[in-house]
């Protein structure tokens, strides 16, 4: 299932690339040892290569409203994203006969180089012309540091930057209305701004969660952190709230790393949070 309808909206999953990549557990998780993942060898076999190796997907997500098109992230652009991958969000969106010109909002998120790659064409003009770009104002704070730029985001200049001197970027602060059935909600943790994008509508919600869980083993393990997540201490607290709150309300939730389409529930089994997919 790679569409999800809640109330009047249509959230459709589009991959990013075919295949994702393959990571080493040990190295992008150096603190969890590997007998510690035997449990979720099993229950989540497509988020594994094999025992030794993460597969990561890239998934970004379309929602539509009647007329209204908002596109969430937009993936790792053209690449070779880590030597490796190159982004098809174009052939994606077009497999659902949705062309640039159509989008009228990019939600972004959280500003890391793998959900902003797409968002300026060769010419460095906006790939979706008629769109409004939305994030965070502590996240663009945060990214237009120039230590920042120099140590840990090269990209940014030219990636992110454009989109202010374009007049296409809005910044929000705190919990924002989108549109009438979307709210922008902050979400910190993996990074300083990381916001969630909450569809409300006809007494359903949802909930496109950016990378507050990026393996389905930490809605489990709430405590198990990346390399990627830059601050682990705010990221567990998010994730402490979230994950008692989609499960009480049960919220679906739309995952950008997870195996495709990313859709699935929290669940609590046994005193413990697992995921499911939908």
Known sequence: MTTLTIGDVEIIALIDGAAGLLLKLGEVFPTIRPEQWEDFYRRYPRAFADTATW????????????????????GVGPGPYMGQLHGKLL????????????????????????????????????????????????????????QVKMSIAPYIDRMLTPLEQCGVLDLLSGEQPLAEELSAIPTPGHSPGHMSLLIHSK????????????????????DWCSIFDMDEKELIATRKHLSGWLEAEEIMLAAGHFPH??????????????????
Request: charge should be negative; hydrophobic fraction near 35%.
């Open 55 to 74: 597969h990561i997907y890239y998934n970004c997500y379309l929602v539509r409203i009647h007329d209204y098109v908002c596109l969430v992230d937009t």
């Open 91 to 146: 052939d994606a969106l077009r497999a659902h006969e949705i062309n640039p010109e159509d989008v009228n909002t990019v939600f972004l998120t959280h500003a890391h180089s793998d959900h902003v790659g797409l968002n300026l064409n060769a010419a460095g003009r906006p790939t979706f012309p008629n769109a409004r770009y939305v994030m965070d104002q502590g996240e663009w704070n945060f990214y237009q540091q120039p």
């Open 203 to 222: 007494g359903q919600k949802a909930l496109i969660g950016g990378d507050v869980f990026i393996h389905p083993a930490q809605v489990t393990r709430l």
């Open 261 to 278: 389409p990313g859709f699935g529930r929290i669940v609590c089994k046994g005193g413990c949070y697992y995921w499911e997919d939908v």
